[in-house]
């Protein structure tokens, strides 16, 4: 059961709605989603506000949003060793930090974006106007209600400026926080729904004037950290009213040559849960 927040084509105010085929099915009575994550039951909430009469409207004819409300967005980093060896390479000064991060209880957390920052599937993603290195982070994300609830999945995008965060490790908020540098979506698939959750594939796929100039993969099997153990710290002396997404790290990271140039395209696909594909605006 796959969720989504939209505009349709003659509608300046968003829409709630269930994906079905190509088409998606509106729900009735509400323009957040949270109304529907935060219900006691997300399925059956959704189950009652689908209309038996409702018109299915064509994907295709809509523009996704991210599917979030006011949620905060957050991100755990050094959970997948490639990750790990990534960030000590690019160090100049606290390599032995993220060997260190990699193995201690208290994970890597950092906040990543508003709602206001973060943009829908293909809507426009951007680098860093000071930067030289800039990469996608395909991550899976984790979808919390305002208790912290694990209630959806769904695919995100942790734009990075590698060069900035690899000069000092406490340049890290200005190589991650940045309008435009966070994508998520296409949906929010209930968690409820999926039946191995930490054993999904992931692709990374970037094209460039039409041809591949970089592909990886890895799996959610390879977080060295559990999703309780991500939302335990998370949790620790916070409140989330709004709900709050938490990205969990990336095990795919293009070589050091490589860097984000303005039109390449980036597609995150992630088993079960669809694929978020989005264009790096230019500068």
């Known amino acids: ?134 990469v996608p982070e395909p991550e899976l994300a984790l979808v919390l209600d305002d208790t912290l609830r694990l209630v959806g999945l769904s695919i995100g ?23 435009g540098s966070c994508s998520l979506g296409p949906c ?3 968690f409820s729904s999926l039946s191995n959750p930490s054993d999904l594939s992931i692709t990374l796929d970037i094209h460039r004037d039409g041809s591949s100039v970089f592909s990886g993969a890895t799996s959610t099997s390879q977080l060295a950290r559990s999703f309780d153990d991500l939302i335990h710290w998370l949790g620790l002396d916070q409140a989330f009213p709004d709900g709050v997404v938490l990205l969990t790290g990336t095990g795919i990271v293009p070589p050091d040559e490589f860097t984000l140039h303005p039109g390449d395209v980036v597609r995150i696909t992630i088993e079960g849960l669809g694929t978020l594909e989005n264009t790096v605006a230019g500068r």
């Open 157 to 179: 995008n942790d734009v990075s400026a590698r060069d900035i965060e690899g000069r000092n490790p406490l340049y890290l908020p200005q190589a991650k926080v940045y309008a």
């Open 188 to 190: 929010v698939t209930l």
């Open 1 to 134: 059961m796959q969720l989504v927040k939209f505009l349709g084509p003659d509608s300046e105010q968003p829409a709630v709605g269930l994906i079905s085929g190509d088409s998606v099915r509106p729900l009735r009575g509400s323009r957040r989603i949270a109304t529907v994550l935060h219900a006691a039951d997300p399925a059956a909430e959704v189950d009652r506000r689908l209309a038996p009469e409702s018109e299915a409207l064509p994907i295709a004819s809509l523009r996704l949003l991210p599917p979030i409300d006011d949620h905060e967005i957050w991100a755990a980093g050094v959970t997948y060793i490639r990750s790990k060896v990534a960030r000590e390479e690019e160090s100049e000064q606290g390599g032995s930090f993220y060997d260190l991060v990699y193995s201690a209880d208290r994970p890597e957390l950092f906040f990543k974006a508003t709602a206001d920052r973060a943009v829908g599937h293909r809507a426009p993603i951007r680098v860093r106007s000071d930067t030289k290195w800039s």
